[in-house]
């Protein structure tokens, strides 16, 4: 699975969730962790529809347009990965 973190520079909220985040995902075998800052990577923000961050993609989807809780995420990568 990959995860793409969308964030901007500077972002206070999108630093201290990251970390929980990440924890979460590294509980999955074979996840890609990507941190993608926007106005590096535009484009790509706005070809997935982000319209506010920092919000989170899953193997190019769009899941959450605001950041996740841990639990949040926990439950889709539970699901994507067939244990739900």
Not at 22 to 39: D, K, P, S, T, Y
Request: with cysteine.
């Amino acid at each position: 699975m990959k995860i793409e973190l969308f964030h901007t520079p500077g972002c206070e909220r999108c630093a201290t969730a990251k970390s929980e985040l990440q924890m979460v995902a590294a509980r999955f075998q074979g996840v890609e962790w990507f941190e993608i800052n926007v106005l590096d990577a535009l484009d790509r923000a706005v070809e997935l529809g982000v319209l506010t961050l920092p919000a989170m993609a899953i193997d190019g989807e769009l899941i959450f347009p605001a950041l996740p809780t841990p639990s949040q995420l926990c439950q889709a990568l539970r699901k994507r990965a067939g244990y739900d």
